[in-house]
């Protein structure tokens, strides 16, 4: 039909166990009629350790997939022509090391580097905020992001180097307001450090602007999300023409890629998510002045556990269905003229200018991470969104209203999730191993040599990392290379100190509390700990607020702890329960880990809950390994998962007695 609009890409996010089944499983995507790949990375590759790494325990191909050296890289993309691709990757702290590795695959295939297409994530700042993944701290990694954005601007003119990526902030419990706001303040720190380093004059900076893309969330209030696109579009032209000096139109242009948003799926009655997934895609897609240029869909059964292939073609098949079988792309913007739409737009961009002001004045984004402002206002909004939900002031169908279910019969029988082998580490840590023997050892060690001068002396570490990517140098000790000159970092988790007093519901709780803590002689004392790599931290942070406002004394140290110093905390701080929270699907090796430790430091006493996307199943070998509770999405009432804390201990502290 003349003057149909083109489709936007079609993708899912993808990657799983190992590069051989993750290529596979694209393969078959692409062949169901996905046109473009997102590549999901497991958490060691993300955080920058090899597979074999203390850290890496039980977390190998869980959330994504392993990615150790170039051999892995090439067996991911064997049999798909990068030339032809338009792949995502989602990876930010090792985005340049993903990056080269993915070049060095290219050369390798013959293709012109001029022709590859994709996205690299590479936003750091949201890692501090939301998603844990980050590595080094702020000033170093926006010096990689920089290194990648002048790299590919010269290198690879079709590429996307930096999605500006406002999708984990709205999982957080970033309101509308705040995802406009922290997500383009974002994208003004990481331009205003490329303007800074000089490198990037004149009309290339507005090639550096022109490659900024942004990825976002769309939640179930879908009129409202689709004008915060209308919004964004409004205000990124703003920031090119007022503070950039940007004209060209495609310059400024708001391109954007999302994925729904996976924080509203539920574990109670999962077939209701398809009605949410298919609503909140049509907030990116209705609107012809903001829409998607990419869209993954999450799968119905992703509170359940791994989407299976099936799962995933279930979301492609919806994105296809309103792509070709609908009238959406016959016609110009249906909301233009709506008066309703108007006035909307533009309450969220006078509150969205107000709240960038804010962050202005702090001094731009890294200095509202470094002081915990823009973390302590996502835990507060997130916190508010769930007393709203436990209150049921917001309805969540099954969940809080009209609970009563028939049994699904789509969520039964074996294979209903996808799980994976639990050989599948042993197995990437012997290929590690054999890649390591293989490879000519001086070699590496000199390419390690030039990315750690390159890293000292404040240049580009693009080309090196290529050089260390083609010589056989491993994701573990590219990562441990940087940590040398850079260091590591910790971020402010955003839980504060002081108890709200206006927390409705918690007399009770309270009243317990006061109660056991006078039979211990001491205020319980609740170690929230997150072992292993998973940087969600969402969850963790809820548990610790509320604890804090029953209160309880609250441990609670951040992300990224093994279970060696967890069990260290707890003996140090002399707890009277542990929380554990992991969504990484690692739950099972870690909480084994834990258990075995505390008992051989005499510690069995003291009771261990755990929350977590848990399968059934899970639930029962944790039981019995010792857990006293385990916790899934579908236990939203925390006032109650505290009253069964306050029981726990006092019925532990009844036993000891």
């Given amino acids: ?49 090899d597979s074999d790494h203390p850290l890496a325990r039980g977390e190998v191909g869980k959330v994504g997939v392993p990615i150790s050296h170039l051999g892995d890289m090439r067996t991911l993309f064997e049999g798909i022509p990068l030339a032809e691709m338009n792949t995502s990757m989602t990876i930010n702290a090792c985005a340049a090391w993903l990056l080269s590795l993915y070049i060095a695959t290219a050369d390798e295939q013959g293709a012109d580097r001029t022709r590859l297409q994709g996205t690299t994530q590479n936003d750091i700042i949201k890692e501090y905020l939301s998603r844990g993944t980050y590595v080094f701290p702020p000033a ?84 409202t999300e689709m004008c915060k696109m209308r919004a964004f579009v409004d ?51 209705l609107s012809k002045k903001a829409r998607a240029r990419a869209v ?87 916190t508010r969104r769930l007393e709203a939900i436990e209150r049921g002031e917001q309805v969540v169908v099954g969940v809080n209203r009209w609970t009563e279910t028939e049994p699904s019969p789509l969520t039964t029988g074996e294979g209903a999730i996808l799980t994976v082998p639990e050989g599948v580490e042993a197995e990437q840590i012997a290929r590690l191993q054999a890649w390591r023997e293989a490879r000519d050892a001086k070699a590496v060690a000199t390419a390690l040599t030039a990315l750690k001068s390159a890293a000292q002396e404040g240049r580009n570490v693009m080309e090196p990392s290529i050089a260390c990517a083609k010589v ?90 093994t279970p060696a110093e967890i069990v260290n905390a707890a003996l140090e701080e002399s707890v009277h329960v542990i929380g554990l929270s992991i969504l990484s699907g690692s739950h099972v090796p870690l909480v084994r880990d834990v258990m075995e430790r505390l008992r051989a430091e005499g510690l069995s006493d003291v009771p261990v809950v755990v929350g977590g996307i848990i399968p059934p199943e899970d639930e029962a070998q944790l039981k019995g390994f010792g857990v006293a509770a385990v916790y899934t999405p579908k236990n939203f009432e925390l006032n109650r998962i505290m009253a069964d804390i306050v029981s726990i201990v006092d019925r532990e502290a009844q036993k000891a007695a």
């Fill in 1 to 49: 039909m003349a003057g149909r609009d083109k489709p936007w890409l079609f993708r899912t996010y993808a990657g799983h166990s190992t590069a051989a089944d993750s290529n596979k499983l694209y393969r078959s995507n692409l062949a169901k009629g996905q046109t473009g790949l997102s590549v999901a990375f497991d958490l060691p590759t993300q955080t920058g350790y």
């Fill in 235 to 285: 205000l990124w032209d703003e920031i090119c023409v007022n503070r950039y000096g940007i004209t060209d139109a495609k310059q400024k242009l708001f391109r954007y890629g999302v994925q729904v948003n996976s924080l509203g799926l539920t574990e109670q009655q999962p077939e209701n998510n398809v009605y949410r997934i298919l609503l909140e895609m049509l907030a990116v897609t």
């Fill in 140 to 223: 170093p990694s926006m010096r990689l992001t920089k290194d990648t954005i002048i790299f590919t601007t010269e290198h690879l003119p079709k590429w996307n180097p930096m999605n500006v990526c406002s999708y984990h902030l709205q999982e957080a419990g970033a309101t509308p307001v705040q995802e406009l706001a922290f997500a383009l303040a974002n994208a003004i720190a990481i331009l205003d450090t490329v303007k800074k380093s000089g490198e990037a004059e004149g009309p290339v900076f507005g090639e550096v602007v022109g490659r900024i893309s942004f990825f976002v969330n769309a939640g179930m209030r879908f009129i």
């Fill in 472 to 561: 056989g140098v491993t994701t573990g000790e590219w990562g441990g290379c940087l940590r040398e000159v850079f260091g590591e970092y910790r971020a402010p988790t955003g839980v504060g100190r002081a108890a709200r007093a206006d927390t409705q519901g918690l007399d009770a709780v309270r009243e317990s509390v006061d109660a056991v803590s006078a039979k211990l002689g001491r205020r319980i004392k609740f170690l929230v700990g997150k072992p292993g790599l998973d940087g969600h931290s969402n969850g963790a942070e809820q548990i610790a607020v509320r604890a804090r406002d029953c209160g309880m004394e609250v441990v609670y140290e951040g992300i990224r702890l």
């Fill in 296 to 382: 993954q869909l999450p799968a119905w059964n992703e509170a359940l556990g791994l989407p299976r292939s099936f799962d995933q073609q279930w979301s492609l098949r919806m994105q296809q269905v309103v792509a070709y079988e609908t009238d959406l792309l016959d016609y110009g913007d249906i909301f233009d003229g709506s008066t309703e739409i108007a006035r909307k737009v533009e309450e969220l961009k006078e509150e969205a200018r107000a709240e960038l002001a804010r962050i202005d004045g702090m001094g731009g984004a890294v200095a509202a991470i470094e002081n915990s402002y823009m973390k302590q206002a996502l835990v507060e909004s997130n």
